[in-house]
C-alpha cells in the first residue's frame, strides 16, 4: 500500500519552462489537494479536488492549472514557471468527510523539491 | 492572509517538559486538525478534532479546542527528542473538504 505517491522528487526548470506533477494515491480517497511551502510560510493551498470531475482554487491558485483525471490522480501543471514558483509541493488526499469515521484527516505525499532559474 | 496561525513560531524546551502549541484561526470550521512535519518530509496527521468537541487526547497529545475564540491548542506531554519537528494546525472549511494549514511551530527538544 504506497499511500500518496509523487513524481518527481526534484525537478530544475529554467524560466518559461512548462511542466506537470504528478500525484496519485491508492486508498480510494474522494478528495485531492495540491500545497506548496515555502520558508516562513507554512503550507498554502493551490487547488483542490473534492470529488472526480470537480476543482476548486485555493488561497495561491494563480500560475497553475489542475487536473483531476481520474479519482485516483490528480495533476499541477505550471504553463510558464517563474522563479516565485520555486518551492517544495506536497499533493495530499483525504476520504470525504463523515465517510467510515475518518472525518477528512489528509494524508500526504514526500514532496516535489522544484527549483526554477 | 491564510487562516491558521501558530503561536509560538520556534519553542525551545528540555527532554521531558511538557511543550503547548496554539493556533488561532479566522472562520467557522468543521473540524480542526494537528500534523507533525519532521524536517524535509511530508506531514503525518497527529489528531482531529471536530467543532462540537472541546478536548481530545491520543497518548501523549491533548488537543483542545475554543471555537467562541476560535482558538486550539496542542499539549505534548513528557517530550521526547523524538518530537523535535514542525508542528500545524489545519482547518476544515466549508463543505468541499478544503483543508487550510498555518504557518507552524518548530519544536526543537533539547537533550
Known amino acids: 500500500n504506497a499511500g500518496v505517491t509523487q513524481t518527481p522528487k526534484f525537478q530544475v526548470l529554467k524560466t518559461g519552462q512548462s511542466m506537470t506533477l504528478q500525484c496519485a494515491q491508492d486508498m480510494n480517497h474522494n478528495s485531492m489537494y495540491w500545497y506548496r511551502q515555502d520558508p516562513g510560510m507554512g503550507l498554502r493551498l493551490i487547488y483542490y479536488?473534492?470529488?472526480?470531475?470537480?476543482?476548486d482554487k485555493g488561497e495561491v491558485p494563480n500560475g497553475y492549472n489542475v487536473s483531476r483525471l481520474n479519482k485516483r490522480e490528480f495533476s499541477l501543471r505550471l504553463e510558464s514557471a517563474a522563479p516565485s514558483q520555486t518551492s517544495v509541493y506536497f499533493c495530499a488526499s483525504s476520504l470525504r468527510r463523515f465517510v467510515r469515521s475518518f472525518e477528512g484527516e489528509a494524508f500526504f505525499g514526500q514532496g516535489t523539491r522544484l527549483t526554477v532559474v | 492572509s491564510q487562516q491558521g496561525e501558530e503561536d509560538p513560531q520556534a519553542l525551545s524546551i528540555q527532554e521531558g517538559e511538557n511543550a503547548t502549541m496554539n493556533c488561532s484561526y479566522k472562520?467557522?470550521?468543521?473540524?480542526l486538525q494537528w500534523y507533525r512535519q519532521n524536517s524535509g518530509r511530508g506531514l503525518v496527521h497527529l489528531i482531529l478534532i471536530r467543532s462540537n468537541e472541546r478536548e481530545k487526547h491520543s497518548g501523549r497529545l491533548r488537543v483542545t479546542l475554543d471555537t467562541s475564540k476560535k482558538s486550539s491548542s496542542l499539549l505534548i506531554t513528557a517530550s521526547r527528542a523524538a518530537d523535535t519537528a514542525s508542528y500545524f494546525c489545519a482547518t476544515d472549511v466549508g463543505y468541499n473538504d478544503k483543508i487550510i494549514f498555518g504557518k507552524g511551530t518548530r519544536l526543537h527538544i533539547l537533550p
Open positions: 479536488s473534492a470529488s472526480e470531475g470537480t476543482t
Open positions: 472562520t467557522s470550521i468543521n473540524n
